[in-house]
């Protein structure tokens, strides 16, 4: 079985894409983090498994159609697990697969048994722009957060990362370490209390070394290449320094928090990440604006949806922004890049923006899904073509 996660990431949408033994079932729906409207979560969340159960018995006998359901059945029973919702929920189910995302942006009710997984909410939440992930850094805790322009998470669990110095190196753990494990440092998280000095110290700051070697490991291969986010350091300076020394992470970011991230609420971390990150997404997005604008002189750059469209089926379109709160109902016809146009109503699954930008990701282009007010014009969205 596919693990799950808090997220999803591009290796997990890889996955979901592959060829998959059928049926393949797909459930989102919109959640609520508190009382009392995560009341009703749990209700909508049966009637849309009513929902695939009902298109399941249209082809499957009653045996099978149990065997399906049997994973969505056993998360409707998890009460802690309908205590920690975000503000969307994705399970899919198939053969040797189950998946369950809980996201910070709500998605459209729907319920889908087909041949393939429906991804396309999950590929919007990647593309959207300004995500990044805060590493928090000490000997005694280890902890990963990942947020975007005005929210921030703890990732958990986290899995094959050690949590403390004792769980990575553990018996080969040197004596004055041992003592920082044990007695997990000075009142109020100043740093970790070393006794002895010369020898032991070397042996202390090798331990601490080999410890950041392994986090550093573990965050990149199970969390910095999986999703290719940029990752801020948060951690005293002089832990700062020996990190840095040592990661191999190319994700890691030059600038970085100097203090002690488990002194703050989460809400302040975002605060004073957010202060780093701000400049750098301004920065950011004032060179790609520009960049539009450029390319639009010269008519190579267009908000149109038809000619986005062909020039998308043509491989042509370079990058593709695309408003995160706008939906255009309507489907892409053939490989031409034509499209019908169809009623928004709440049947409707079909998002001629998202199937743009899926058409644009299988092509070899960037897309970029952001704030309908950061984007040139009035269509929700904006392409820049490679010739």
Known sequence: ???????????????????????????????????????????????????????????????????????????????????????????????????????????????????????????????????????????????????????????????????????????????????????????GGIGPMHHGQGGKKDETDKDTQRFFRAVDRAVLEHHSRPSGLPLLLAALPEHHHIFRSISHNSFLMEGGLNLNPFVLKTSELRERAWVLLEPQYQSWLTSLLDEYREAQSRGFGSGDLGEVLKGAAAGRVAKLMIASDREIAGRIVGDTGKYELADMDETSTDDLLDDLGELVDKMGGQVMVMPAEQIPGKTGLAATFRY
């Not at 592959?18 to 969340?45: E, G, K, M, V, W």
């Not at 009637?47 to 994973?71: G, V």
């Not at 000997?139 to 899995?159: A, C, V």
Request: hydrophobic share 35%; net charge neutral; with cysteine.
């Open 1 to 187: 079985m596919l693990h799950n996660r808090l997220s999803p990431t591009i290796e997990s949408l890889a996955e979901l894409t592959a060829t998959h033994q059928p049926p393949c079932l797909s459930l989102y729906q919109p959640t609520h983090r508190h009382s009392p409207d995560n009341q009703q979560d749990l209700i909508r969340f049966r009637n849309l498994l009513k929902t695939m159960e009902s298109s399941l018995r249209q082809k499957y006998p009653e045996p099978e159609t149990r065997h399906f359901l049997e994973p969505f059945e056993a998360l409707e029973l998890d009460r802690e697990f309908w205590n920690q919702s975000l503000d969307g929920l994705v399970v899919l189910s198939g053969a040797g697969v189950f998946k369950v995302f809980r996201l910070r942006r709500p998605v459209a009710e729907l319920a889908v048994v087909a041949n393939s997984f429906h991804v396309k909410p999950l590929r919007r939440f990647l593309q959207y722009v300004g995500r990044y992930q805060i590493l928090g850094l000490s000997l005694t805790k280890i902890r990963l957060f990942e947020g975007d322009l005005g929210t921030l998470e703890e990732i958990e669990p986290l899995p094959g990362v050690p949590r403390t110095i004792t769980d990575a190196l553990g018996a080969e753990l040197t004596e004055p370490h041992q003592t920082v494990a044990s007695y997990g440092g000075v009142k």
